[in-house]
């Protein structure tokens, strides 16, 4: 059974950075590709970032596009997702998300989801 446990949410100013964990376990990581998404107060959940099972290829929605950034450590399961330049509008719950058998950045839907790291950004 696949279990993504986020980590790294709070509470930062505006122009701020954090950096988001996800441990991964239940199967082999290093075959899959891995996603973050978020769920903002009274909206529904979106893509953030998507990665391929080797890390080389990447996927960013146009919100988040040159301020966040994915990337995934094989040999310690995890993949995170650094946030800079944090706005009022990135505050949302944050999901680590897989799929259930695909290896490239896109293409595949998420199927098995942590519970979600709050993030919120102050003005």
């Known amino acids: 059974q696949v279990q993504l446990v986020e980590s790294g949410g709070g509470l930062v100013q505006a122009g701020g950075s954090l950096r988001l964990s996800c441990a991964a376990s239940g199967r082999t990581f290093s075959s899959y590709a891995m996603g973050w998404f978020r769920r903002a107060p009274g909206k529904e959940r979106e893509f953030v970032a998507r990665i391929n099972w080797t890390g080389g290829r990447t996927e960013y929605a146009d919100s988040v596009k040159g301020r966040f950034t994915i990337s995934r450590d094989n040999a310690k399961n995890t993949v995170y997702l650094q946030m800079n330049s944090l706005k009022p509008e990135d505050t949302a719950v944050y999901y680590c998300?897989?799929?259930?058998?695909?290896?490239?950045?896109?293409?595949?839907?998420?199927?098995?989801w942590g519970q979600g790291t709050q993030v919120t950004v102050s003005s």
């Open positions: 998300a897989a799929p259930d058998d695909a290896a490239y950045v896109s293409g595949w839907a998420p199927r098995h």
